[in-house]
């Protein structure tokens, strides 16, 4: 059958071409624009090529804090993903605790980031934050604000309370939707309760654990409002994150062109490890 | 258009990149090809490949600036070289 050829759908795109270039591609050709120039305010430019790029490229300010960014995601993907796994694994199938658990796991997420950053900076303070006086008459020597371990183990614990319902909630989605005959089947072979989990269970979790990895790397690479609410970076520059040390250098120091160069740079990353995430779930859909 | 700050350089830049895509479409529609794999073992179309070399050819800017500094002209010669790479085997 011959098929007549009409593209005119296409116009129906446009009003999404329109927003998304009003509100992205042409903020993004600004930030271009800035990063390869100079500027002491008044809108008047300097031409200053590459050398922003340069710059940021080999300053030990960036670097360290894409360390420190790399090193928080991975330590609270490492956390969140295994323990709402777990979570997941050991809610309830039915019955009353089903609604019970769902709506308990459900509170953290509900609550804003600069609430969550409130409540743990004040639950972490040694005068009178719960933590922090319970932790000093045990007579730990516990305190975030001058100790860097102390100030790395409050944020990651603040951001595990926070964001492992997401992961537990998604797996739970994932182990919900295995049927029962599967059980049944590894019940009759005599399966373990790893085989089980191992070949039943983990296959059929993959498609929505690789959202929350995917979910979860994104929200901890650009978080910026709890741990500036928490630790404000510190001490010293302990606990500064991409997002943290590009605001100061944007709207702090009023750096527009290092901080255009730096935000692209962050971009960039961004983009890179979003492309691998897609083309690995895209290929595992295809192929599973 | 003052409040963006345009240079002819990077005008040039966007202008490249836009007339890229419009003649990676007009091909698109003249010659369609369909999906294949190669050494990455992903399906890509054109497109993703143009994607794959644009991004690419950022990171190797980027790391020749880290390494040596601009200018930059050996570095676009391995991003083309790079680009050409991805249309032949990616």
Known sequence: ?288 | MAWMAWTWQTALFFVLIFLTLVSMGVWSVKAPQAPRKGILMIETTPGDRLFISLLGSAWICLSWLAMFGSPLWWALLVCVVFAAAVFRWV
Request: net charge negative; hydrophobic share 55%.
């Open chain 1, 1 to 288: 059958m011959n098929k007549t050829w009409n593209n005119k759908a296409w116009w129906m795109v446009l009003p999404v071409v329109l927003l998304v270039a009003f509100s992205a591609v042409i903020p993004l050709m600004t930030v271009v624009n800035y990063a390869v120039q100079d500027t002491f305010g008044n809108n008047q430019f300097f031409w200053a090529g590459l050398s922003w790029f340069e710059e940021i490229m080999n300053s030990e300010r960036f670097i360290n804090a894409l360390g420190r960014q790399f090193m928080f995601s991975g330590i609270i993907l490492a956390i969140e993903i295994p323990l709402g796994i777990f979570i997941a694994m050991n809610m309830p199938k039915k019955g009353w605790g089903v609604p019970v658990c769902l709506v308990l796991m459900s509170l953290p997420l509900l609550i804003p980031w600069n609430v969550v950053g409130t409540i743990w900076q004040i639950f972490g303070r040694v005068d009178i934050g719960l933590l922090g006086a319970s932790m000093a008459a045990l007579g730990i020597d516990y305190n975030y604000t001058q100790n860097i371990v102390d100030a790395w183990l409050t944020i990651i614990v603040m951001d595990v309370w926070h964001w492992t319902s997401l992961v537990a909630l998604l797996c739970y989605a994932g182990l919900q939707s295995i049927p029962e005959a599967y059980y049944q089947a590894a019940k009759i072979d005599g399966a373990s309760n790893w085989a089980i989990f191992r070949y039943i269970q983990l296959p059929k979790m993959a498609g929505v654990l690789l959202i929350a990895v995917l979910l979860r790397f994104m929200d901890s690479f650009m978080i910026y409002t709890e741990p500036f609410v928490v630790t404000g970076g510190g001490p010293g520059t302990a606990t500064t994150f991409l997002s943290i040390d590009l605001v100061n250098m944007a709207i702090g120091q009023f750096d527009l062109g290092p901080a255009a160069a730096f935000s692209l740079i962050y971009f960039l990353i961004i983009l890179l490890v979003s492309w691998i995430f897609y083309t690995v779930m895209t290929n595992m859909d295809k192929e599973g």
